[in-house]
């Protein structure tokens, strides 16, 4: 069925389960590596659609199912769970994001379906995994978010808790699912067996929390504070967003290197030599006087100005930039990370690629998502093999 040739995971069908954005961002990895990927969504469709009644909400629906053949199945009824079973035969991998149980119940549990296809890869993503004593909770990125630490410590130390402004726990972990799909699928080409593999998202997100453990294990088990800008675990200075004429700039000094490049960008090389400053563990004691004489200094410059001298002096740094600005970012497009595509239902926009990145293979064109049920009969009748007459029952007992 595969439309695609010479991609490392051509020949692999996918039958898709995701929802929202962790399942299904998982999935549209595998389809941009090459995967046939069949995106099956319930009656009402994947929930995600129905943001599309709030002004742009829709756009992540677009953003996560390029490239996907998109079909509807009531897996609720009996002869959708058939048919489910049917596919599940012929294909390589199942890849779903329901609350733990939920296929169980369904009766589409993962050892029934291996059953069916030994060598089926089975891929379960959830807020907090299948075992456990969380593993019934409700999770969703705001949660895990909570749930895992992140909120405590993003924000400022006299602010409250504030959740990451990305979805970082669904992204993590349908990264994650995917990097556990193709290792089970490089054991199955060795065993030529198949098994099931999971991934939760507060797991998932647990060691991007490194720079604020450390601050805790560093304080004896002191809760450390919200940093705001600063680094995590205050151990780099400076390290923090200043203002700029127009905006703001991010600033890093790793090295004692960058920290003389940057004295020697401010016009101000003797401040290199100055004991206060010497030595990275001497400007974490002064920083607020280090990050004082740095915002004093930038606050002369537009970011745009600002950054090409900085990075002229080998200081790394960045402008911080708006939605607007990362959208039409000339080097996404040039790469092809980002392209604009007249969707059939979202009208002009621009879509991301996979980052991931295979030498020697041109990208995979962008195929846009469409509406629901599109490729209904493609995929029941070509593939499965269906008649017309049995299509035509099928979605008359709203089957599909």
Not at 74 to 94: A, H, P, Q, T, Y
Not at 179 to 191: I, P, Q, S
Not at 359 to 364: A, F, H, K, L
Not at 366 to 380: A, C, M, T, V, W
């Amino acid at each position: 069925m595969s439309e695609f040739s010479g991609k490392p995971l051509d020949g692999i069908t996918v039958i898709d389960l995701g929802q929202i954005y962790n399942g299904p961002y998982c999935t549209f990895l595998m389809a941009m590596a090459g995967a046939n990927v069949i995106k099956i969504e319930p009656p009402t469709g994947d929930p995600l659609r129905r943001r599309s009644v709030v002004g742009g909400a829709a756009l992540p629906f677009a953003m996560l199912n390029s490239n996907k053949r998109m079909v509807s199945l009531n897996l609720k009824s009996v002869r959708g769970r058939e048919i489910f079973l049917e596919m599940v035969k012929r294909g390589d991998v199942v890849v779903e994001n329901y609350a733990p149980s939920t296929m169980e119940k369904l009766g589409l549990g993962y050892d029934v379906l291996k059953q069916r296809n030994p060598r089926l890869i089975y891929a379960a993503g959830s807020g907090y995994g299948r075992s456990g004593p969380k593993a019934g909770y409700l999770a969703m990125d705001l949660t895990v978010q909570a749930m895992s630490g992140v909120m405590s410590t993003t924000g400022f130390p006299d602010s409250p808790p504030v959740k990451a402004g990305p979805a970082i726990c669904d992204f993590f972990g349908g990264v994650h699912l995917f990097g556990a799909l193709v290792a089970a699928l490089y054991e199955r080409t060795v065993t030529g067996t198949g098994r099931l593999v999971e991934v939760s998202m507060q797991e998932a997100v647990y060691a991007s929390l490194s720079s604020s453990l450390g601050l805790y294990y560093g304080s004896g088990g002191k809760i450390p504070p919200r940093t705001g800008n600063r680094h995590a675990g205050l151990a780099e200075a400076p390290y923090n967003v200043y203002p700029t004429q127009d905006g703001y700039i991010a600033i890093i000094c790793v090295s004692d290197a960058h920290w003389r490049n940057l004295t020697k960008a401010m016009g101000n090389e003797k401040l290199a030599d100055d004991s206060r400053y010497l030595t990275l563990k001497s400007r974490v004691d002064h920083i607020d006087e280090i990050d004082e004489v740095v915002a004093g200094f930038t606050a002369n410059y537009p970011k745009q100005e600002l950054f090409a001298l900085l990075s002229d002096c080998r200081v790394p740094c960045a402008p911080v930039r708006t939605l607007d600005e990362v959208v039409n970012d000339d080097h996404m497009h040039t790469r092809g990370a980002l392209e604009w595509v007249d969707h059939p239902m979202y009208g002009r926009v621009v879509l991301p690629r996979s980052p991931l990145r295979f030498d020697g293979e041109e990208q995979i064109e962008l195929k846009p998502s469409g509406e629901l049920g599109r490729d209904n009969h493609q995929i029941y009748g070509e593939w499965l093999g269906y008649s017309e007459t049995e299509l035509a029952r099928l979605e008359e007992e709203k089957v599909i």
